[in-house]
């Protein structure tokens, strides 16, 4: 069966090769190689895929798989299990993007999976750059807000011309918004 799996994850790799996306692939036998693997990585380093196939000797590893799996919630899992554990397994890992297939499986489907896993864990890091954009633009508003309220407390001015003001002042300095906002801020406070 894993001969069949390396088959399906290279002819992954050549045809998402061919539109600009990459699969990096690690194999690892174990709960304990997986750890190893897994703890140099850094956050751009960290892999798009875990595919483990569990034997009854790993069960007792479920634990494990489900902290990885809660410290690394971008990483998408995808458990190959005896059919007669996987209702059993698959309701321990619900919470988590692990994808409990039972064996002997089908190459399609563990194809289709493989490629649903990556398809999604695409979109969720685009979610994730859409958040943090999102972030950063609403901390940038609270503190342009907030030295805004300064100036029409301190300086008297109308909302108009504090806004006005910390444009003007950024424009002429060569400053951002935000940065002319901070040293307001910390000027009166």
Known sequence: MMKAILTVLRDLQQSLAQTGLQLHVTQAQTITEIKQKMAPCGASALPELLLFGMTSKDAACIDDLL?????????QTVLLVRREAQAQIAYRCRKYQIYVLPLPLRTQILTEMLRMC???????MEKEEELQRMRKKTNEMSITTKAKCLLIQKRKMTEEQAHHYLEKKAMDEGLTKREVAVGIINMYS
């Open 67 to 75: 902290l990885l799996a809660g410290k690394n919630p971008q990483l």
């Open 118 to 124: 990556l398809t999604m864990r695409n979109r969720l």
